[in-house]
């Protein structure tokens, strides 16, 4: 069981009343230049990718929910609001691409990759990432790792340097991060090849813990109840079926 912790990131720090005024003065217009509404959202993904179909599990009432929640109770600086909405459409899109691949797969009539899955279940700081990562050490054993978690889909080519030039990028989001939460190593130490864990899988449907451990949203945090978490198993045995088929254990593991 992933746990559920929040980092906050670093806010510029004000002076005095001119900090305020800046502050609200920058607030006024990040709203205007990043807006974090649903509708807007989704209509810019599929500008971007040419794709409509968001696919199963819905995304909604979910992504309309955390939306709100972000808008009216998160309190964002306009970094964070840049940043997060940075990560909502990277999700949006990615969600789009990954929905055409699966229909694709489907199309194909192509088995299942994955025939024997394990599950590792536990309290929160009861070792049950430390076994996850002990368990990805056996090369019988594929795990999903943070770069193809998040860039789970190859260029066209699909070559190896490709790849690497995935990694590589996953290397520099995550190097930011930590300059933008440099306490957040503290809590979960995360690199781009280390075994990732389903919460961060179950972002792409937006019924994720991982929102939680990032911003304070009471609302969004009580409509993730198990009952609402339960939808994104689909989704998530259909992500680790997609990376199975783009990349094989021996690629850069």
């Known amino acids: 069981m992933s746990e559920i912790r929040q980092t906050r990131m670093l806010e510029p720090q004000g002076f005095g009343s001119r900090g305020t005024g800046w502050r609200t ?17 989704c209509a810019e993904a599929k500008r971007r990718t040419g794709l409509e179909d968001f696919g199963d599990p819905p995304i909604e009432p979910g992504l309309s929910i955390l ?11 306009p970094l964070g609001r840049f940043l997060m909405r940075v990560h909502l459409l990277e999700l949006l899109e990615t969600r789009l ?31 049950s990432t430390f076994l996850h990562e ?23 080519n699909g070559v190896r340097s490709e790849m690497e030039s ?6 520099a ?10 306490r957040a190593d503290s809590v979960y130490p995360m690199r781009a090849r280390t075994p990732h864990e ?14 939680l451990s990032i911003c304070y949203m009471p609302t969004y945090q009580v409509f993730c109840t198990p009952r609402t978490l339960a939808p ?3 989704g998530r045995n259909a992500f680790c079926n997609i990376c199975s088929s783009v990349v094989q254990p021996n690629d850069g593991f």
């Not at 939306?67 to 600086?77: C, F, G, I, P, Y």
């Not at 229909?103 to 299942?112: M, V």
């Not at 389903?198 to 929102?211: D, K, M, P």
Request: proline letters at 8%; a positive charge.
């Open 25 to 41: 003065l920058s607030d006024g217009l990040s709203r205007g230049l990043w807006s974090l509404q649903s509708e807007a959202l």
């Open 67 to 77: 939306a709100n929640s972000l808008e009216l109770q998160a309190d964002l600086h």
């Open 97 to 127: 691409r990954l929905v055409q691949t699966w229909n694709g797969r489907l199309e194909a009539r192509g088995p299942s990759l994955i025939q024997r899955p394990i599950f590792i279940t536990g309290m929160p700081r009861s070792g």
């Open 134 to 156: 002990l368990l990805a050490e056996d090369p019988q054993n594929r795990v999903p790792r943070v770069w193809e978690v998040m860039l789970p889909l190859p260029a066209q």
């Open 166 to 171: 995935r990694i590589r990028k996953a290397e």
């Open 173 to 182: 989001s995550l190097w930011w991060f930590r300059r933008l939460a440099p």
């Open 198 to 211: 389903c919460v961060a899988i179950h972002s792409y449907t937006f019924l994720s813990g991982e929102f």
């Open 232 to 234: 994104p198993t689909t």
